[in-house]
């Protein structure tokens, strides 16, 4: 396995991990269930989520992007229903767990540098020639 993938991984475990420790409507029964529930959300969060928003697009735009927190919601929702030991309360304890776990990923990753992968952009430096023509 990739080193990223085991650091996003451990990061993801850990910010439910104390998502769940915070917040009463969040519950985590073990350390199994954590690990299979960072699995499960990051599975849930790199493939089912994208679609979630294509799907919601309209109503997101439409909220001014509002509608977002509702779609990580039931992205987080989704895998607690997935995954035994792992549940929340309601769907606003959903709505507020996935924010927090994002908000504690986000902090644990600008301290240890781990960032989750991205399909990235690239940068392409083009520069006008002697000749006038545009090449990189």
């Given at each position: 396995?990739?080193?990223?993938?085991?650091?996003?991984?451990?990061?993801?475990?850990v910010?439910?991990?104390v998502?769940?420790?915070v917040?009463p409507?969040?519950?985590?029964?073990?350390?199994?269930?954590?690990?299979?529930?960072?699995?499960?959300?990051?599975?849930?969060?790199?493939?089912?989520r994208?679609?979630?928003?294509?799907?919601?697009?309209?109503?997101t735009?439409?909220t001014l992007g509002?509608?977002?927190?509702?779609?990580?919601?039931?992205?987080?929702?989704?895998?607690?229903?997935?995954?035994?030991?792992?549940?929340?309360?309601?769907?606003?304890?959903?709505?507020?767990?996935?924010?927090?776990?994002?908000?504690?990923?986000?902090?644990i990753?600008s301290?240890?540098?781990?960032?989750?992968?991205?399909?990235?952009?690239?940068?392409?430096d083009?520069?006008?020639?002697?000749?006038g023509?545009?090449?990189?």
């Open positions: 396995m990739s080193t990223l993938f085991l650091a996003h991984w451990l990061t993801t475990a910010a439910l991990g998502t769940a420790w917040l409507g969040v519950r985590v029964d073990g350390l199994f269930s954590l690990a299979l529930a960072g699995l499960v959300l990051g599975f849930v969060n790199a493939v089912v994208p679609l979630l928003l294509l799907v919601t697009l309209p109503f735009v439409l509002l509608f977002y927190f509702v779609v990580n919601g039931l992205a987080f929702g989704l895998a607690a229903f997935l995954v035994p030991g792992f549940s929340v309360a309601s769907f606003f304890s959903a709505v507020l767990g996935a924010f927090a776990v994002g908000l504690v990923s986000w902090f990753g301290f240890t540098g781990v960032r989750p992968p991205t399909r990235g952009s690239m940068v392409v083009v520069r006008r020639g002697p000749d023509r545009w090449g990189s």
